[in-house]
């Protein structure tokens, strides 16, 4: 998954992209609304982090707009602000969800997946196809009674193609779900782990194929 930060103090903001990047998510880094904008405008995200005060603006006239434009990437307000009229105010304008500064990383991870398997239509972090079950908390494979631990970035990726079996995903668009701005990325880097997730899922139901001259596509076996 590939994710927006939107938040202007550097150390918290360093925290929760490590953070992140250690669950295997690519995090894009904005310390300003203006470079927010200039980011979406550019980039697709499958979530935004967003900061409510920053130094050129306040982060709801920026979800306000999102929603304006009918921009439905999920949004999960990060404020200072804990009264219960501030939280219904955010939940109004059309974020997702909120998290009240200071706050632990293992619940912003919570929330993070919870809005994510909302927005996917899901009850749980659990995915199935041809009888291919994928968890996305415990980062596993399930099938014909085995378990499959997947490293994280083999997780995102498995993650894109449980959710569309039979969409053809070109190399540019998984690159650009698997890393931020600052990787240094190529499609050498998604083939080797096309290959690592052929190899995980020998023995299943389901297969990833290539699509000659336009990608790869997961499909039954």
Do not use: C, W
Not at 103 to 116: G, I, N, T
């Amino acid at each position: 998954m590939r994710f927006l930060l939107i938040e202007d103090n550097p150390k918290l903001a360093g925290v929760v992209v490590e953070r992140l990047q250690l669950d295997g998510h690519a995090v894009d880094h904005a310390g300003t609304l203006s470079d927010a904008t200039d980011l979406t405008a550019v980039a697709d995200y499958d979530l935004i982090l967003l900061d409510i005060m920053l130094p050129d603006g306040d982060g709801r006239d920026f979800l306000e707009r999102q929603r304006q434009a009918e921009r439905r990437t999920p949004v999960i307000v990060i404020t200072a602000r804990s009264s219960v009229s501030d939280r219904v105010g955010l939940l109004d304008l059309g974020a997702d969800d909120y998290i009240v500064k200071p706050f632990d990383f293992s619940e912003l991870e919570a929330r993070v997946r919870a809005v994510l398997r909302r927005q996917g239509g899901a009850a749980d972090n659990t995915t199935t196809f041809e009888e291919t079950t994928l968890d996305s908390t415990k980062g596993e494979l399930r099938f014909d009674g085995q378990t499959v631990s997947l490293r994280n970035r083999e997780l995102r990726l498995l993650e894109v193609f449980f959710a569309a079996p039979g969409q053809v995903f070109s190399k540019t668009h998984l690159i650009d779900r698997l890393f931020s701005l600052s990787d240094e990325a190529s499609e050498n880097a998604i083939e080797v782990y096309v290959g690592r997730l052929r190899k995980r899922l020998e023995g299943s139901g389901a297969k990833i194929e290539t699509v000659r001259g336009m990608g790869y596509r997961m499909v039954a076996r």
